[in-house]
């Protein structure tokens, strides 16, 4: 029987079985082949002593903090995002519930419920708005959508907002 589980850890397969299944395993010519080296197996084990304490994991692992947020704080930090970027003249603001996708590798179509900060530029159009967001020198992506250029705030690393609101600010001086 197979298991995956997210770990976020360096790409690494582990096998476990019984001792007969291993043994003809170490005999295939594909194992020096696939073999993972001493630092992929040192992060590893760095990432599997994460594991010991939960709350240590959620905190160091960034994908994990992420998945696990609740609602509750994403919406009440989605109003604070809003808020700072109303400040900004020629945009229209509005926050609305919408959908986060976990990912491709571990759970492929997984969706989990987030808050999104709505952003319509009155003077530009939202997709030239995206596209320099994307094209500077610290990017910043977006999604499009609607003719609004959208902050899954499930996404926001501290410090992030700040930077969002000094990026579109200089973006619409300009």
Known sequence: M??????????AGII????DYIERLKHNQLLRAL???KLT?????????LYENPEKVIQKIPTLRMITLPLAELQQHAQRLSSALKQIKSL???????????GGGSYPGYLLPTELVAVTPTTISAT?????????DSPII??????????????LQIGDDEKIVRRISQLMRS
Not at 16 to 19: D, I, L, S, T, V
Not at 92 to 102: C, D, E, F, P, R
Request: hydrophobic share 40%.
């Open 35 to 37: 073999r993972v080296d």
């Open 128 to 136: 030239k708005l995206e596209s320099k967001l994307r094209i500077s």
């Open 41 to 49: 197996l040192a992060a590893l084990e760095a990432t599997l002593h």
């Open 142 to 155: 977006v999604r499009l959508e609607k003719g609004q250029v959208q902050f899954d705030v499930r996404t």
């Open 92 to 102: 229209k603001v509005t926050t609305l519930a919408g959908t986060s996708q976990v």
């Open 2 to 11: 197979l298991t995956q589980t997210i770990l976020q850890s360096p790409q």
């Open 16 to 19: 476990a079985g019984k001792r």
